[in-house]
Nanobody
Framework: QAQLVESGGGLVQPGGSLRLSCSAS?????????MGWYRQAPGKQRDLVARISAGGSTDYADSVKGRFTISRDNAKNSIALQMKSLKPEDTAVYYCNGEFLGDPGFYEYWGQGTQVTVAS
């Protein structure tokens, strides 16, 4: 069973919008000090898109500032990424991530990814 599960990907035209969601196990969601979205296009490295801390502070890649919004819903143990004004360059597999520091070490969780394709 995946600890993080993404949904909401699909095909959208340039200028369109999509909303991605990521649901986590309640037992680990509360432990995450930070959660975020990363993306990876073919032949490219996996890069940060947006991150949100347990305290609600956010961080965005320069390429998505003003277009993407990350949010969290503690009651639903989930985070979301609202994407607008999508560009072909946004095409990638989007991955949900969660992190926390335990006493033995650092823990990092990843979802399976969801495909976002922006094309006419």
């Amino acid at each position: 069973q995946a600890q993080l599960v993404e949904s909401g990907g699909g095909l959208v035209q340039p200028g369109g919008s999509l909303r991605l969601s990521c649901s986590a196990s309640s037992s680990i969601f509360s432990r995450f000090t930070s959660m975020g979205w990363y993306r990876q296009a073919p032949g490219k490295q996996r890069d940060l898109v947006a991150r949100i801390s347990a305290g609600g502070s956010t961080d965005y890649a320069d390429s998505v500032k003003g277009r993407f919004t990350i949010s969290r819903d503690n009651a639903k143990n989930s985070i979301a990424l609202q994407m607008k004004s999508l560009k072909p360059e946004d095409t990638a597999v989007y991955y949900c991530n969660g992190e926390f520091l335990g006493d033995p070490g650092f823990y990092e969780y990843w979802g399976q990814g969801t495909q976002v394709t922006v094309a006419s």
